[in-house]
């Protein structure tokens, strides 16, 4: 069964402190890896997308990577304005739906 | 600018009362999903339309039904809502459906309290 798990759940950091966020996925022939992020009371925004191992993609202060088993979202020197919930998801090759992770919390401190 | 609403962005029903979350986009979108998602869950998809063509998922329960009458709009009905249905529903389009492809727009979503 189509998996994805996040870790860590809620993740606290000073502003400037830089970290990764992880992303585990089971998938039968990945087709592609999505990072949305989720603001409170909001609908998820698309951040990127990945297709194959070792590819990377960056965004401002976001970068994205991923491998045969993982994603990393790498946040440097990250502002208040960076605090949401970020969420991976996945789709199958040959399938039609996304499977999403429950996210991590993401809190920065001024 | 090309967009996803909802409407009511906030719902309160009382156990059992029918309710209907209502979805419209100006992106001319083939897909159309909805997904519900409870407090630090992930979003789960209930179903979607590739144009008219309905797809439900196998756990969706039958309380929940789907309309679209045209491209622009998608309903989500609740027959008869129970308490675990409280929860944030999220309506999303995307251009394709083919898997990897179908970077997904979301509305703001509508919070559904039941009463």
């Known amino acids: 069964e189509d998996q994805v798990t996040q870790s860590p759940e809620a993740l606290r950091l000073q502003e400037g402190e830089s970290s990764s966020l992880n992303c585990s996925y089971t998938v039968s022939g990945l087709r592609g890896l999505f990072w949305y992020r989720q603001d409170p009371g909001k609908g998820p925004e698309f951040l990127f997308t990945l297709y194959s191992a070792g590819e990377e993609k960056e965004k401002e202060r976001l970068k994205a990577t991923l491998t045969k088993k993982e994603s990393f979202l790498h946040i440097t020197a990250p502002k208040p304005e960076d605090s949401a919930t970020y969420l991976c998801a996945v789709c199958r090759d040959g399938g039609f739906k996304t499977i999403f992770g429950a996210g991590t919390r993401l809190f920065v401190k001024a | 600018d090309a967009m996803v609403i909802q409407n009511p962005r906030y719902q309160v029903t009382q156990f059992g009362k029918p309710v209907t979350l209502s979805c419209s986009q100006t992106l001319n979108h083939n897909v159309m999903y909805w997904y519900q998602q409870k407090s630090s869950q992930a979003p789960k998809l209930l179903f979607h339309?590739?144009?008219?063509?309905?797809?439900n998922e196998a756990d969706t329960p039958d309380n929940f039904q789907s309309r679209r009458p045209n491209t622009s709009f998608c309903f989500l009905d609740i027959r008869s809502p129970g308490l675990g249905d409280a929860a944030m529903y999220l309506c999303?389009?995307?251009?394709?459906?083919?898997?990897?492809?179908?970077?997904?727009?979301f509305g703001p979503g509508t919070r559904l309290t039941v009463l």
């Open positions: 999303a389009t995307s251009r394709t459906r083919l898997a990897g492809e179908g970077v997904q727009f």
């Open positions: 339309y590739y144009d008219k063509d309905f797809n």
